[in-house]
């Protein structure tokens, strides 16, 4: 047996090392009065996510193809349960405690979804439209349950992440119009099943200045953070807004506030552009996947990571709503940390079984 160390992809480590040292040092900025013990948690989350990604490395991908259904369902039959048996936190039903830590379902489902997802696809050569209806049907059965605790921003992203990788496995691109139109169709249903506190986020979004104190106190302030930054930002543990506790939940989903003022521009520049090597490399090795259910494996996992960028920054910036999405690598939180580093783990031992094969003999069969 080869040893697995030399052929690990290296870029990709330097990335990750990257991410963890902006995000636990704009962690501490935002927590560092008051809240210390949230990032020594946060430390611990890392070296338990980084062992959990080198135990993924050595899983071969053919045994996670066998662990599709059973990590699935085991994610399925958890958020059952969370109605029944979750913890209630933040006025939302969403954890379920085990005793040594609350673990959040629904970030386990985004992966195991992702999974399945790309072992059906890999197993069909050329998807026909009934497959991928099926495949969407896999996404909307948890997305309803998540949705219920209530979870709005997961349950989009988990369905967003899912179109993502029916397109790549074949679906026609002008089913996006057609899904556009008939989303736009759908809003006045959506709206009169959204919970209050859901309604006054994209009435908030709309016009955050009606309700300053109450709804449009989020999108303001952290306006103001991201502004006040200028170009260089006020300084490390200098940003007023974080200090003075002026930004609301600013070391989970408004994090990216706290970077932006004290780091201004260019800081935020960097972690965008450290957050696009990290999804390039993803698809990278996509595209030089031994296996086809590595290929749409990656694909997947490079769509969510997207996904979390692109809607935690949009909404704390002001052109989204805000959904509740955690920044990757940079936001408090456990459950989420942990599962993208095994996630990560799955993505480096596709890279390592490429490095086995021959160019020609990539992708010559769905799962060895």
Not at 39 to 66: E, N, S, T
Not at 323 to 331: I, R
């Amino acid at each position: 047996m080869k040893s697995w160390l030399p052929r690990l992809d290296w870029m990709l480590l330097l990335i990750m090392a990257c991410l963890a040292g902006i995000g636990l040092m704009t962690l501490y900025a935002a927590v560092h009065q008051g809240g210390i013990g949230l990032w020594q948690r946060q430390v611990v989350y890392w070296l338990m996510g980084m062992g959990i990604f080198f135990i993924v490395c050595l899983i071969p991908v053919r045994l996670l193809a066998l662990m599709t259904w059973p990590a699935y369902l085991t994610a399925l039959l958890a958020l059952m349960l969370v109605p029944v048996l979750g913890d209630v936190q933040m006025g939302a039903r969403r954890w379920l405690d085990l005793g040594v830590v609350n673990f959040q379902p629904s970030e386990l489902m985004k992966w195991a979804l992702m999974l399945l997802m790309a072992h059906w696809f890999a197993s069909r050569h050329a998807a026909s439209f009934r497959d991928l209806l099926m495949a969407m049907l896999f996404a909307v059965v948890p997305a309803g349950l998540i949705i219920i605790q209530p979870d709005l921003g997961t349950s989009l992203l988990l369905l967003l992440s899912a179109t993502a990788m029916v397109f790549a496995a074949g679906l026609p691109w002008r089913w996006a119009f057609y899904g556009i139109v008939g989303g736009l169709i759908s809003l006045p249903v959506l709206w009169y099943n959204m919970h209050t506190y859901q309604k006054q986020r994209v009435l908030s979004f709309l016009h955050p200045e009606a309700d300053p104190l109450g709804a449009g106190y989020h999108v303001i302030q952290s306006s103001i953070a991201i502004g006040s930054g200028g170009l260089f930002g006020k300084g490390y543990l200098q940003g007023t807004q974080a200090r003075l506790h002026f930004l609301p939940e600013q070391h989970t989903d408004f994090i990216f506030a706290v970077l932006a003022e004290e780091g201004g521009l260019i800081a935020s520049s960097l972690l965008l552009l450290l957050y696009a090597f990290l999804i390039s490399r993803i698809v990278m090795i996509s595209a030089r996947a031994a296996t086809r259910f590595g290929a749409m494996l990656c694909i997947g996992i490079a769509a969510i990571f997207g996904l979390y960028v692109l809607i935690n920054i949009g909404m704390v910036s002001g052109v989204m709503p805000v959904v509740g999405v955690p920044l990757p690598f940079v936001s408090y939180g456990g459950s989420a940390l942990i599962t993208m580093l095994a996630a990560l783990g799955m993505v480096m031992r596709v890279h390592i079984e490429s490095r086995d094969k021959l160019p020609w003999q990539r992708l010559g069969s769905p799962f060895a």
